[in-house]
C-alpha cells in the first residue's frame, strides 16, 4: 500500500473515532505499521490520588496502537494488551504515543507503544504497552 | 481490617475518583480484596468501528482492580496490567467489572477482573483482566 | 466429552511429551479444562543465583496448561502466557502446577495456573501464570 | 560501566547458570543492557506434537533477558515476563534470543526478546517476549 493509502486507512478510522476526539486525542502521524498520537492530561482524568487514571493512559496507548495495526487497510482489532506503568502523569501534561509494528504472522501483530511526558531533562517515559492485534473479515469474526 | 474499614478505604477512594465517577461508573461491592464496578457504554465511548473503544473497557477494570487492592489500607497504585478482548461491547451495554485479589506477596498483588455483560442467556465475558499492583508509602515511591 | 474422555486426551498428549517426562514431570490430575503437574527442582535447573532457571518454572506451568487447554479433544496450542514470578524455588523442591480454564471464545482460551511448593505453614505460591490457548486444524495453522 | 565491566557481569552470570549451559546454551554477545543467546533444538526438547516445547523457548529468551538485565552488575532478578509463540520450532533448528532494554526505572526494568530462526528467506521471528527486571540486595528481598 501507498505511503499515501496507509495515511488514509488510519486517518480514515481516527476521524470515525469519537472516544479517541472526545477526549481531545490528536493523531500527529500515520504511517505504515505506525502512529503518534498526543493528549493532554485533564480533571475529568484524573483519579483518587489525583493522577491520570490508568485507563486513560491505556486508551490513549490503545489508540496509537489501532491507528498503526489499521494502517495496512483490513479491519484489524485489539486482541490483548500489555501495559507497565512507569510513572505517574498529572494535570496538564501533554502525552504523546508512539506506537510501531514488531511482527505480524498470519491474521495476529504484535505492536510496541511508548507514552512519554517532556521533562526538563527530555522525555520521560509514563508507559510500556504491548498490543496484540487480530485482523478480522468483520466484527461478529472477532475472535 | 474489619470489613467495615475495608469497605470505607476502597469507598473513600472512588469518591475521590472523578476519571470513574465522570464516566458513571457505580461501586456496586467492596469487599476484603475483592470489588465490583459498574458501567454503562455511552455513545462518547465508541470508538472508529462503533464498538466500546478498548480503553475504557480496561478504565472500567482497572477502577475495579483499584477499589480491590486498596482495600487493605496502604496506598496501593497498579504497576501493571494485561488484558485480553474477548467480545464487543455496544451502545447502551451494562457492563460489570468483578475484582478478586489472586495473591500478595511483599509490596505486590496479582488481581483477576472479569468484565461481563448480560445476555439473553446469562453473562457474555467481554474482557479479561490481571492487575499487578504495588503498595507504596507515597507516589513519589511508586517505582 | 466424558470425563474418562477427556482423562484420555490430555494423557495421551502428556505420555507423548518427551519434554516434561525427561524433566520428571507428573501429571497428577486431568479434567475437563483442568490439570495438576508435578515436578522437583534438580541441580540442572539452577541458574547463576543458585535458584531454579525461570524458564523451568515456567515449563512446569506451561505442561500443565497444555494438558488443561488439550482436554476438550482438538489439538490446542500455546498462543502467549504472562508469568509473574513471586518466589524462588530452590534445589529439591517438590513444585506443583494447577491449572484451571478461565474462560474459552471461539477457537482461544483464557488458562489459569498457579505453582506452589508446600512450606511448613501450607502451600506457598512461587508463580502466577495465565496461558492464551488457540485451537487449531493442524501445525501449519497455529496462527 | 566499561564495555569491558559489563561484559564481565553477564558472563560471570552466565558461567554459573548451570540450567543454561547444560541447555548447550551459548552466550554470543553480551553488552550493557543487551545481550544475545544462541540454542538448538534437541529431542529432549519436543512435546507431545513434535514441535519444541513452549517452555525452552521460553528458557531461551529468560537466559538472554537475565544476562541483559545484570548487565549493569547489581543482582537483577525476574519479576515475570509475557510471551507470545509465532512459530514452531523443530527439531535440530538454531535458535537465537536478542535481548534489548527498553527501559530503566527505580529498581525496575523492561527488556524485549526477539527469538527467531534462520530461513531461507532470512530470519522467522519464532516468539516474541518481554520480561519485567526488579534490582535486588540480595534473594531474599526479589520481591
Not at 479517541?20 to 493532554?40: C, D, F, P, Q, Y
Not at 502525552?95 to 510496541?112: C, F, K, P, Q, W
Request: proline share 2%.
Amino acid at each position: 500500500m501507498s505511503q499515501a493509502g496507509t495515511r488514509n486507512a488510519a486517518r480514515d478510522m481516527f476521524e470515525a473515532d469519537v472516544a479517541s476526539r472526545s477526549l481531545g486525542i490528536e493523531l500527529v502521524e500515520a504511517g505504515a505499521g505506525t502512529a503518534t498520537a498526543r493528549m493532554r492530561v485533564t480533571e475529568a482524568m484524573l483519579n483518587g490520588y489525583q493522577i491520570m487514571h490508568g485507563g486513560y493512559l491505556f486508551l490513549l496507548a490503545d489508540t496509537a496502537f489501532g491507528c498503526a495495526c489499521n494502517s495496512h487497510g483490513p479491519m484489524t482489532v485489539a486482541a490483548g494488551a500489555e501495559v507497565s506503568f512507569i510513572a505517574a502523569a498529572h494535570l496538564g501534561d501533554e502525552l504523546t504515543a508512539v506506537a510501531s509494528e514488531r511482527t505480524r504472522y498470519g491474521r495476529n501483530g504484535i505492536y510496541d507503544v511508548t507514552v512519554y511526558r517532556d521533562g526538563p531533562g527530555g522525555p520521560v517515559t509514563v508507559a510500556e504497552f504491548r498490543g496484540r492485534s487480530r485482523t478480522v473479515e468483520r466484527e461478529s469474526e472477532a475472535t
